[in-house]
């Protein structure tokens, strides 16, 4: 089982639907998830971290399942500037200290 | 809003050639890393620095790569004999905190093309 696992995509939406990526991590004891937003050939920017109760920051909800381990993203009301892959990563202890963990992302096209 | 820098933006170099990766780090923040990108592919871990020392390093930082923090603001990661294969982006990142609570800040990258 791959440490971080996402449905690469494409997602095909019109604009103002709402979309969910769904992320899967194979440690139980990983012990912090992120989402981040990469636009083609930028550097991964920060969309949310996400707790154990959930968090939600305008049209975006992140949810964290530890007992099936997996991270969820709902993104609400599709913006055309939506458009981007999606990553999840997540920190894994590793040997005493813990490593980030990138999964392969999600591409989400946002269509007018 | 404070960023972590890198530069050059892009380098290009021959196989064989060391080529040195600069990045300032946001300025309170105590963890620095180093990942890379190959075009297409998903962003792998290459190393963690915390404390002016490697914390973690991954089975792609081999003895080829160094990292060092020489003055206290810049953390540079050097290749020293580069091959085709390191062609790809390299990001640095930096985190006020690791483990928990460790939202990871990145730089906009250095694209390296090794011919």
């Given at each position: 089982r791959k440490e971080v696992e996402q449905d690469p995509g494409p997602f095909n939406v019109p604009e103002g639907a709402t979309v969910a990526f769904n992320c899967t991590y194979s440690n139980s004891a990983s012990q912090s998830f992120f989402w981040y937003r990469q636009d083609c050939r930028k550097e991964p920017k920060l969309l949310m971290s996400v707790y154990s109760s959930g968090n939600e920051d305008g049209r975006f909800t992140a949810q964290l399942n530890r007992a099936s381990q997996y991270i969820s993203l709902l993104i609400r009301d599709s913006k055309l500037s939506d458009s981007a892959t999606y990553l999840c990563v997540v920190n894994m202890p590793t040997s005493g200290t813990y490593k980030y963990i990138f999964g392969t992302g999600t591409r989400l096209k946002v269509l007018a | 809003e404070p960023e972590v820098t890198q530069t050059p933006s892009h380098q290009v170099t021959q196989m064989g050639q060391e080529v040195i990766l600069r990045c300032v780090p946001i300025s309170n923040h105590l963890y620095f890393y180093w990942y890379r990108q190959i075009l297409g592919q998903k962003v792998e871990f290459l190393v963690s620095f915390y404390n002016n020392e490697i914390s973690e390093k991954s089975e792609?930082?081999?003895?080829q790569f160094s990292v060092e923090r020489p003055d206290g603001s810049n953390f540079t990661l050097k290749i020293r004999s580069t091959k085709l294969e390191d062609s790809a982006m390299y990001f640095c990142a930096s985190s006020m905190?690791?483990?928990?609570?460790?939202?990871q800040f990145f730089g906009p990258g250095t694209r390296l093309t090794v011919l």
């Amino acid at each position: 089982r791959k440490e971080v696992e996402q449905d690469p995509g494409p997602f095909n939406v019109p604009e103002g639907a709402t979309v969910a990526f769904n992320c899967t991590y194979s440690n139980s004891a990983s012990q912090s998830f992120f989402w981040y937003r990469q636009d083609c050939r930028k550097e991964p920017k920060l969309l949310m971290s996400v707790y154990s109760s959930g968090n939600e920051d305008g049209r975006f909800t992140a949810q964290l399942n530890r007992a099936s381990q997996y991270i969820s993203l709902l993104i609400r009301d599709s913006k055309l500037s939506d458009s981007a892959t999606y990553l999840c990563v997540v920190n894994m202890p590793t040997s005493g200290t813990y490593k980030y963990i990138f999964g392969t992302g999600t591409r989400l096209k946002v269509l007018a | 809003e404070p960023e972590v820098t890198q530069t050059p933006s892009h380098q290009v170099t021959q196989m064989g050639q060391e080529v040195i990766l600069r990045c300032v780090p946001i300025s309170n923040h105590l963890y620095f890393y180093w990942y890379r990108q190959i075009l297409g592919q998903k962003v792998e871990f290459l190393v963690s620095f915390y404390n002016n020392e490697i914390s973690e390093k991954s089975e792609i930082f081999d003895d080829q790569f160094s990292v060092e923090r020489p003055d206290g603001s810049n953390f540079t990661l050097k290749i020293r004999s580069t091959k085709l294969e390191d062609s790809a982006m390299y990001f640095c990142a930096s985190s006020m905190a690791s483990g928990r609570v460790g939202e990871q800040f990145f730089g906009p990258g250095t694209r390296l093309t090794v011919l």
